[in-house]
């Protein structure tokens, strides 16, 4: 059987070794970020977009909204 002496040993031992494990690791990591049109370069090499206005009807608003649950604000899409 342990004794108080024994269990704080061992859970001072314990702490200690969790502790040194953890200290060890660092955490460091870098995000790069891509524009719009370098996007669209790495995905689609060498093709040109052109920008397309799309107006909604009120019928198309409604269809859209039934398949999808989701409402149109806006009529007009850009």
Known sequence: ?????????ALKKSILTVGALFA???????????TGDQAQQLIFPGKKFTQMNVSLSRS????IKSASKVRVRHSKLN
């Open 24 to 34: 060890g690791q660092t955490f460091c990591y870098a995000k790069t970020y891509l």
């Open 60 to 63: 198309q608003m409604k269809a």
């Open 1 to 9: 059987m342990m004794n108080q002496y024994d269990r704080r040993s």
